[in-house]
């Protein structure tokens, strides 16, 4: 098993850019999430999905795309890339009967 | 809401001190709670969980017990090693609930 991917591990941007953030996981999780980390201020939710087709919001959703057609695949888009995003990525997944969540390594991306 | 709530660090102790960490949280429902750690430059990963009341969790010589009375699941170790260095999260996930709130992180330091 894999586990929980991440690709690319480090991106910069120039403001304005789009691009997308790529996770995928080989667990047959139903739930997965997107999350980003900045200095002092933990974990924030993004989106999230409890299972193909079906996405919902985190608490700082704003400026994201999320969509769901796969179960394996949970890729983020940034729309229009602002300095404001700069910070770490993390995807995580979980099964239906298992609460804790698996982690992938990250995504660090840089918005100049 | 959910809300996870975490001693603020970071927390610096010498080797072979004795490790708390303090977590408590509010739920709407009854979760599971979980301590994730966190290496540098790694995503997070599950160190130990309880799912009910009175369970003690535990692994690598970490502890933690879930108190309902108190609502807490305070973090301990009786001899850290520089190993131990990390960043260390409690977090909730509610029973079929999508997402999993954490609390900001703990920066601990072992000094040799």
């Known amino acids: 098993n894999a586990g929980v991917t991440q690709t690319p591990k480090f991106q910069v941007l120039k403001t304005g850019q789009s691009m997308t953030l790529q996770c995928a996981q080989d667990?047959?999780?139903?739930?997965m999430s997107w999350y980003r980390q900045d200095p002092g201020m933990g974990l924030r939710l993004i989106h999230y999905?409890?299972?193909?087709?079906?996405?919902d919001q985190g608490e700082v959703p704003n400026g994201y795309n999320v969509s769901r057609s796969t179960t394996e695949d949970f890729p983020l888009r940034l729309l229009s890339a602002a300095p404001s995003q700069t910070s770490v990525y993390f995807c995580?997944?979980?099964?239906?009967?298992?609460?804790?969540?698996?982690f992938g390594p990250g995504t660090r991306l840089t918005v100049t | 809401g959910n809300s996870v709530t975490q001693m603020e660090g970071p927390v610096t102790l010498s080797e072979e001190a004795f490790l708390t960490i303090n977590c408590t949280y509010t739920?709407?429902?009854?979760?599971?709670l979980f301590w994730y750690v966190q290496y540098p430059g790694e995503g997070l990963q599950l160190l130990l969980k309880?799912?009910?009341?009175?369970d003690k969790g535990s692994n690598k010589g970490f502890e933690a017990t879930y108190r309902k009375e108190t609502t807490s699941f305070h973090l301990e170790k009786g001899s850290v090693q520089v190993s131990d260095s990390a960043v260390y999260f409690c977090?909730?996930?509610?029973?079929?609930?999508?997402?999993?709130?954490f609390g900001d992180g703990t920066t601990l330091t072992v000094k040799p």
């Open positions: 739920a709407t429902g009854y979760p599971s």
């Open positions: 999905s409890v299972g193909a087709g079906i996405t």
């Open positions: 667990m047959n999780h139903e739930y």
């Open positions: 995580a997944s979980r099964g239906f009967h298992a609460y804790e969540q698996y």
């Open positions: 309880a799912t009910k009341a009175d």
């Open positions: 977090a909730l996930t509610l029973t079929n609930a999508g997402k999993s709130t």
